[in-house]
């Protein structure tokens, strides 16, 4: 069981930064592969971004490539998004997934992730 809790959260104006951080208790994270998900209001839950086991392979969807960073500190067992030149649409909670064991094919889609943190809100004001 891998419990993961998100924190960083918080309104911020357009064209602003943010940092969020997702910290695992009870397992180590070492061997999961870990993704950002976030979901707008009246949205469904989409794919931010992933970071694979090694870190040396990340994913990223369209729409923040470019402006957002995951990253992770094993040692730390916390697993980052760096949010940069943020826009009103990237207003939504904020969620942080592990997985066990995923293709890279499949790295994009929610049913493959096992564990889920409790979200996170930002909210970015025009």
């Known amino acids: 069981q891998v419990h993961l809790v998100e924190s960083g959260g918080g309104l911020v104006q357009a064209g602003g930064s943010l940092r969020l951080s997702c910290a695992a208790t009870?397992?180590?994270?070492?061997?999961?592969?870990m993704g950002w998900f976030r979901q707008a209001p009246g949205k469904e839950r989409e794919f931010v971004a992933a970071?694979?086991?090694?870190?040396?392979?990340?994913y990223y969807s369209d729409s923040v490539k470019g402006r957002f960073t995951i990253s992770r500190g094993n040692a730390e067992n916390t697993v980052y998004l760096q949010m940069n030149s943020l826009k009103p649409e990237d207003t939504a909670d904020y969620y942080c997934?592990?997985?066990?064991?995923?293709?890279?094919?499949?790295?994009?889609?929610?049913?493959?992730?096992?564990?889920w943190g409790q979200g996170t809100q930002v909210t970015v004001s025009s």
């Open positions: 009870a397992r180590t994270i070492t061997r999961y592969t």
């Open positions: 970071i694979s086991e090694s870190a040396y392979i990340t």
């Open positions: 997934a592990a997985a066990s064991t995923v293709p890279p094919t499949r790295t994009r889609l929610r049913a493959e992730y096992d564990y």
